[in-house]
């Protein structure tokens, strides 16, 4: 019946197409072009040496490694938590599993600011559980480093958990049952089997979420409480030089984050392109 | 009791299988509680800790209701703005073709990966006192940072990529023949487009909307930072329990934030059972 083979659109009027093209080409131009170039172009204005040292300065540098290091932390507790509540998600049934599915994506909904605000209140060295570990361990977690990765778990959670998932779904358990029936240990099936499957997805899970955890302002400022050197992290640093005036210092920490934000998020697009060739 | 009956899709459990996997769900199960729903609790508590008549008497205020009012007219703003431009992108990620289309595609996600600082700071470096468009904003006597206009600007960056991301695959399961079946037919664009095509859209919208809409009410940086976080005049929830916080009014703080955070909860969860509801 159909022998029709080329796919028409849904304006068969030519400047129909055009304009929706238009229209949507220079939104994205004006929206989201213009205002990023405006950055760059205006942290290398005074030239790459006066960028560096900018970010070289000992507070943008410690802010800047305290952003990395907890944001790699983050990625790995993420990735291994990530990987196995998408696990269970898909191979058990238990009492609760809805709930716990409905649970994941809670953080999408929401504010970061409110997710700092609840860390507070449960991990604050006024309160029941944050007393006693300070007491017990003698660590702070609000206004410290943990508090920081605690946040950016919170809200990076469900980046890992839906990448991994779909995957995990979709792999044929028939491999797995082949290995078992010659034997093979569990960890083995995991580790020879199921694991080179979902490896891709999980990477770019962690990339993705280590590429938001970045810029994370609202669920840190909160959290970490602006401790220069101590707390506060490259977002909260931007946030006080802006405030302060200072268009040097917030330009330059700004085309950092950026350039690392970015390539992060491009290496992710070149490992999935890969994946599916591959 | 369940030691027997379990088995994992064919494999037959055994003892330790079914040790692990008590393991595996208990972990997993404590995980989420400390991190998600424990503090959720403790938001909970802190705002009931006073009682519920101190609650409403912090929420019940002029300002918290101003702020209330700011955040829902800048998200309404931005979800009519992002549904049309939206719909447009994603109907050019689809359909059409052209050259250097797949850039697109490279910078769409961009807005997730710059911090909402840098969002408002980009603004002030355009629209502010020494920016890029200061000249031209002072002769038309215009002003966008630290005011609403700002504000919303700031919040279309960062919800940008969320209708265009829930469109795209429900574009693409889309039938083109279907269409093609009611050109046939003798009907025009738009009618195609209103009868055909927009119902079968209608899940990614609403969708695309919710998701919109409840990141547009939770923005805190960059409003913050292109809006100055001016008492009555630019703030928004977020920023009301910023500032409440700074000035130890914690239970307008914590209750503020728990209004607003059931309110985000509610709408994707709502969406969700309506739309499985409807399936």
């Known amino acids: 019946m159909a022998s029709m083979t080329t796919p028409t659109t849904t304006p068969r009027i030519p400047w129909a197409r055009l304009g929706i093209r238009g229209m949507a080409l220079s939104y994205l131009f004006l929206m ?14 005074e030239g790459m040496v006066t960028l560096w040292q900018e970010v070289a300065k000992p507070i943008a540098w410690s802010a800047l490694k305290l952003t990395l290091w907890t944001s790699a932390v983050m990625a790995i507790i993420n990735g291994v938590m990530g990987l196995l509540t ?23 909904a929401i504010p970061t600011l409110v ?36 946040a950016l778990l919170f809200v990076t959670f469900p980046f890992v958990v839906r990448s991994v998932q779909p995957v995990l779904l979709d792999l044929d358990q028939a491999q797995e049952d082949a290995a078992a029936t010659l034997a093979a240990t569990s960890w083995m099936i995991f580790h020879r089997i199921t694991f080179p499957a979902i490896r891709l997805p999980l990477l770019s899970g962690m990339l993705l979420s280590f590429a938001r955890a970045i810029g994370e302002f609202g669920a840190i400022v909160i959290v970490a409480g602006n401790i220069p050197f101590r707390s ?24 950092a984050m950026m350039l690392i934000a970015f390539s992060v998020v491009a290496l992710v697009g070149y490992l999935e392109r890969r994946g599916r060739r591959g | 009791m369940t030691t027997i009956t379990t088995v994992v899709r064919g494999r037959p459990s055994t003892r330790s299988s079914v040790w692990r996997r008590r393991l595996l769900i208990g972990v997993v199960a404590l995980y989420v509680g400390l991190l998600i729903v424990a503090p959720l609790v403790a938001l909970v508590r802190g705002a009931f800790l006073e009682g519920a008549a101190a609650m409403w ?45 797949w850039l697109l595609n490279a910078i769409m996600d961009l807005p997730f990966a710059v911090s909402p600082v840098v969002v408002g700071y980009m603004l002030i470096l355009i629209f502010g006192r020494r920016g890029l468009l200061a000249p031209l904003l002072a002769a038309w006597d215009i002003q966008v940072v630290f005011a609403v206009p700002g504000m919303v600007l700031a919040t279309l960056f960062v919800t940008m990529p969320f209708m265009v991301r829930v469109l795209v695959p429900v574009l693409e399961a889309f039938d083109v023949r279907q269409e093609q079946a009611a050109a046939t037919l003798g009907a025009g664009g738009w009618f195609t487009f209103r009868r055909v095509t927009f119902p079968a859209l209608r899940w990614g919208f609403v969708y695309g909307i919710t998701l919109t809409f409840a990141r547009a009410l939770g923005e805190f940086g960059a409003v913050l930072v292109v809006g100055g976080g001016i008492q009555g005049r630019t703030e928004t929830v977020p920023i009301y329990i910023f500032r409440a916080l700074d000035e130890r009014m914690y239970t307008g703080a914590y209750s503020a934030a728990l209004l607003l955070g059931l309110f985000s909860i509610l709408l994707i969860l709502g969406t969700d059972w309506l739309r499985r509801r409807q399936e």
């Open chain 2, 57 to 101: 008497q912090a929420i019940n205020q002029p300002g918290v209701w101003r702020a209330f009012w700011q955040t829902l007219q800048i998200g309404v703003v931005v979800v009519v703005v992002h549904t049309v431009f939206g719909t447009a992108v994603a109907w050019v990620f689809v359909r059409d073709d052209f050259r250097g289309k």
């Open chain 1, 32 to 45: 989201l072009i213009i205002p990023i170039s405006v950055i760059f172009w205006d942290g290398f204005s």
């Open chain 1, 115 to 150: 997710t700092g605000l609840m860390l507070v209140a449960l991990y604050g060295p006024q309160q029941v559980v944050g007393a006693w570990v300070l007491e017990h361990f003698g660590q702070r977690i609000i206004f410290a480093p943990p508090g920081i990765v605690l």
């Open chain 1, 232 to 255: 506060q992290t490259a977002a909260v640093y931007v946030y006080g030089e802006v405030e302060s005036e200072n268009r040097l210092g917030a330009s330059a920490m700004s085309v």
């Open chain 1, 86 to 108: 998408a696990f269970v998600l898909v191979r058990y049934t238990f009492p609760g599993k809805t709930t716990l599915n409905a649970i994941i994506d809670l953080p999408l």
